[in-house]
T-cell receptor, first 109, second 113 residues
């Protein structure tokens, strides 16, 4: 069963703008991960945030985690055409991951 | 670089055929996973393996079986393919730690006619 749900389902932005997407989950977690999937390809790990962390940065990515609200957000700053992809949050259940349905981001030139 | 490879990028099979999807990883990972991905449903876990010859059912194991005879190789078997198994199949691997990222293969798009 899916643990995480991303919101919105789809997002269209202009190049240079920021993109924000959210993930809500149902049960307690050890960590939460974000992955990117370019069209028709496998997933690529972007960032992992542990349950005792509130914010984490990696390049143009910023992830926040609010365990009291069981939610996380992924911010991509200064978006580029190459950021066009689907983004998934994944929560851990032991050493398995439960993925949401994803947010599809389109960056317009 | 970690590499996870899958035997085919695209596959077309007939209803009732036995289908083998193979996945190989080169990082000595203990854990390997098979997912299917369908529009609007995200990734759903079919089976995973935490050691050679060990396997556990995921969320949607019906109609599938798996084989792991060697650490680097994890096979997904559709005993009698059906049209509702048309999907994108993704393999992944990781070390035994809940803090470790999963590494994915490029996926196999299977069409069952």
């Amino acid at each position: 069963s899916q643990q995480g749900e991303e919101d919105p389902q789809a997002l269209s932005i202009q190049e240079g703008e920021n993109a924000t997407m959210n993930c809500s989950y149902k049960t307690s977690i050890n960590n939460l991960q974000w992955y990117r999937q370019n069209s028709g390809r496998g997933l690529v790990h972007l960032i992992l945030i542990r349950s005792n962390e509130r914010e984490k940065h990696s390049g143009r990515l910023r992830v926040t985690l609010d365990t009291s609200k069981k939610s996380s957000s992924l911010l991509i700053t200064a978006s580029r055409a190459a950021d066009t992809a689907s983004y998934f949050c994944a929560t851990d259940i032991g050493y398995k991951l439960s993925f949401g349905a994803g947010t599809t981001v389109t960056v317009r030139a | 670089d970690v590499k996870v490879t899958q035997s085919s990028r695209y596959l077309v099979k007939r209803t009732g055929e036995k289908v083998f999807l193979e996945c190989v990883q080169d990082m000595d990972h203990e854990n390997m996973f098979w997912y299917r991905q369908d529009p609007g449903l995200g990734l759903r876990l079919i089976y995973f393996s935490y050691d050679v010859k060990m396997k556990e059912k995921g969320d949607i194991p019906e109609g599938y079986s798996v084989s792991r005879e060697k650490k680097e190789r994890f096979s997904l078997i559709l005993e009698s393919a059906s049209t509702n198994q048309t999907s994108m199949y993704l393999c992944a691997s990781t070390f035994t730690s809940s803090y470790n990222e999963q590494f994915f293969g490029p996926g196999t798009r299977l069409t069952v006619l």
